[in-house]
Nanobody
Framework: QLEVVESGGVVQSGGSLRLSCLASGFAPDYNPYGWFRQAPGKEREGISCISSNGGTTAYADSVKGRFTISRDNAKKMVYLQMNSLKPEDSAVYYC??????????????????????WGRGSQVTVSS
């Protein structure tokens, strides 16, 4: 079960937010995680991922340099620090978990990454 424990919210352009995801019931050694977002009328897109050992991360071009993904396996937490937010970052944000025995792999593609477990989503609104 994945639970977003820190909700998004409303922030002004240029501001920051941190999303947290509690991955209860998972064995972190085999679970890469991803953060996805979906804006109205658009497809859900992968914006960041982190491998189970934390050694591999990836970011979509649209958030690279502004967002940072991290994980704390002891606490079973995954974080997405979002800085320099823009109105186009407004969307529902989802954390997702996959199973992969390779500790160094993650994917931004929801199908290729085989993300089978999803949080409920958290609305982030960036006002201009």
């Amino acid at each position: 079960q994945l639970e977003v424990v820190e909700s998004g919210g409303v922030v002004q352009s240029g501001g920051s937010l941190r999303l947290s995801c509690l991955a209860s019931g998972f064995a972190p050694d085999y679970n890469p995680y991803g953060w996805f977002r979906q804006a109205p009328g658009k497809e859900r897109e992968g914006i960041s991922c982190i491998s189970s050992n934390g050694g591999t991360t990836a970011y979509a071009d649209s958030v690279k340099g502004r967002f940072t993904i991290s994980r704390d396996n002891a606490k079973k937490m995954v974080y997405l620090q979002m800085n320099s937010l823009k109105p186009e970052d407004s969307a529902v944000y989802y954390c997702a978990a996959a199973y992969n025995p390779d500790p160094a792999i993650c994917s931004l593609d929801r199908r290729q990454g085989k993300y089978d477990y999803w949080g409920r989503g958290s609305q982030v609104t960036v006002s201009s």
